[in-house]
């Protein structure tokens, strides 16, 4: 079943991309006590995620601070040399905290992994965006397969 508000951010060991290299990062220390945003996508460098989610993000991150998020984080299942490199090709300094589930624990954590298997993909995150405050959901939204509108960076907004 996958999270929804009112839930805690469960506390697993993820990387985060940095310039400095990965760095372990506590999911359970990083939600606490401020308000992120974060949203997952099935991967780094795949075609929606590219042209899209992630640059509509750094695009809105001015807006998203003036309504509160204190930190806005990219998540997917892919290494952090992999999160690093989208990070660089997309031109991120410090708008999006750039997180990587390798093996997929935080996702399968929160009941949003998407089992592409069988297109070469593995297991996934679903394309979501949520709010956490003080490492509770506030608000979550899951898209459909295939869809993008409730986990784009102005949904977020128009939910703050």
Known sequence: ????????????KVMQATAEGPKEVDTGEFFKGRTVAL???PGAFTPTC????????????DALK????????CMA???AFVMGAWAKDQGITDQVAMIADGSAAFTKAMGLEFDLTARGL???????????KDGKVTHIAIEAPGAFEV????AVLAVL
């Open 66 to 73: 003036a309504k509160g998020v204190d930190v806005i984080a």
């Open 151 to 154: 986990s784009k960076a102005e």
């Open 39 to 41: 949203f997952g996508v």
């Open 50 to 61: 590219s042209a899209k989610h992630l640059p509509g993000f750094v695009q809105q991150a």
């Open 122 to 132: 593995g297991v996934r995150a679903q394309r979501f965006a949520l709010v956490a």
């Open 77 to 79: 299942v892919n290494d």
């Open 1 to 12: 079943m996958p999270i929804s508000v009112g839930d805690a951010i469960p506390a697993v």
